[in-house]
Structure formats: C-alpha cells, structure tokens
C-alpha cells in the first residue's frame, strides 16, 4: 500500500465529511446569517444627556482607587419613545391609547398631562406634568380598560445635574384585573420640591411618602402627616441626595454628641 493510500487522501470524500470540514461553505439549504443579523436594534429615541462623569463613581477628590479614574462617559436619561412602543402582543401602545382616551373623555389634553412616554429595559413608563398626577393616577386605577389598582410604592431619584427638574419621584403601578405593570414619574426643581399626594388615590403609599420625604426633601402636599420617618425630626439635609456628604456629620442623641467619622480616633 501506497503512503498516499494509508494517508487516505485518495479516499472519496461524501458529502457529510464535506458538511463537517466546512470547506465548501455550509450545508445545502443553510445560507448562515446575512451580515448585520441577530444585531440588536437601535433605540428609536435620542436619550438626554444630563452630566459628564470623570472616573467610575464620579469621585472628584483623588480618592477614586478602582483603576478607573482616567474613565470619562457622558450620563443620561431615557429620552422620550416613538411609536409603536410595542411590549408582549403590542400592550403598550393599548395602554397608551387607553390612557390618552380616558383623559380626552374627562378634556384634559393628553399632551398636557403625559410629558413624555418612554420604553426602555422593556419597561413603560409616563412622565406626568406633577399638577395632573392625581388625575392621571386615579385614571389608571378606575378605568374598566386599565385598572390599575395597586401601587407598590414611591422612590425618589436625585439628579443633581438634571437642571430644573433634579427631583424625581418614581410610582410602580401594578394592575391585579388585566397582569401588567407600568410606571409614572414626575419631576420636580430643587427650588420647588413639590408634588402632590397620591395617599388619597392610594392609600398605600403613606409611609412611601414619608420615606422620599425623609431622604430626598421631597414635599409630598395632601399628605395626611407628613413627618420624617426614619431621621430625627430635627434633622438637617436629605441623607441620600447625591449631593450630601459621605461622612463628616456628627450625630446628636439626647444632648450627647457622637465626633463626625473624620474626626473619631483611628486605630490604624
């Protein structure tokens, strides 16, 4: 036997070995993917800049030791969303046009009442002018089409460089009749911390209240008892805006006064 016939390089070759090798290009019936498939989509949206972050937490004093410091991106919000919105079988563009309708049945101009309507990480949210938040709120609880009968609850956002609007307020709204879950946020200026109570349209959202009161200064008005709920009545400053001091506070009990964490004794 020939070294060409124990190296079996005149051995017909089927047409499985050639599917294999992948020599001849892929199998019969299978063109591959045509170039820019599988890629995802862009979003169909212009997303709005609010700041320019230098470092990977933003830390300005030298004290950024994560390797990151030379990082420099630009930070922003979702801007708003252009139809279809789309969602599992097209149910956010339904609950839009519910929504707008029912508001257009009581004259209230949608556009006056939704500032911006945004689709982003699968998530719908409305942006709603703060003076017809309770308006839209019990909309969305009432109407037979939506239904949205439970809020789980307010969050407060600070954006210090969201000029104008710096204070958000965030509702998850939950409807138990039809299983689907938005959410509204309204803003509002550091000048101007106001936002109307929604304990009246759900009760639940008493101590959430309370809460974003307490940490962000977000004056909640309607509320039945507006008092802070975890700081000392007496308390000065809003603990999580992002403008407060990481440490350097000192903190009164009773008259006692414990050092601000810079100023205690360090062990090391």
């Known amino acids: 036997m020939s070294d060409k016939q124990r190296s079996g390089d005149d051995k017909p070759r089927s047409e499985d070995d050639t599917r294999r090798s992948g020599n001849d290009g892929p199998p019969a019936g299978n063109d591959g993917p045509e170039p820019g498939e599988n890629v995802p989509s862009a979003r169909d949206r212009a997303d709005e800049p609010i700041r320019v972050q ?12 994560s390797g990151y410091g030379g990082l420099v991106r630009t ?30 049945e009581q004259d209230l101009v949608p556009s006056h009442a939704i500032e911006k309507t945004v689709v982003d990480r699968d998530e719908l949210t409305f942006h709603i002018a703060r003076e017809h938040l309770p308006q839209v709120a019990r909309t969305l609880r009432d109407d037979p089409a939506l239904r949205f009968e439970l809020c789980t609850g307010v969050s407060g956002v600070h954006y210090p460089g969201d000029k104008g609007r710096e204070l958000h307020a965030v509702y998850h709204l939950r409807s138990l009749t039809h299983g689907r879950l938005i959410r509204l946020e309204v803003s509002a200026p550091d000048e101007d911390p106001h936002v109307p109570s929604l304990v009246a349209v759900y009760p639940t959202n008493d ?4 809460e974003t009161y307490d940490f962000f200064g977000l004056i909640f008005d309607g509320h039945p008892a507006l008092t802070r709920i975890m700081m000392p009545d007496d308390w000065q400053g809003f603990p999580q805006r992002k403008d407060y001091p990481l440490g350097g506070i000192p903190v009164e009990y009773k008259g006692a006064q414990i050092p601000a964490p810079d100023q205690r004794r360090s062990y090391s």
């Open 75 to 104: 930070v922003t919000l979702p801007g708003a969303s252009s139809r279809p919105y789309g969602g599992p079988g097209g149910v956010f563009d339904e609950i839009a046009d519910e929504l707008e309708g029912a508001l257009e």
């Open 54 to 65: 230098k470092g990977m937490f933003g830390a300005n004093n030298g004290g950024d030791t």
């Open 207 to 210: 101590w959430h209240e309370r």
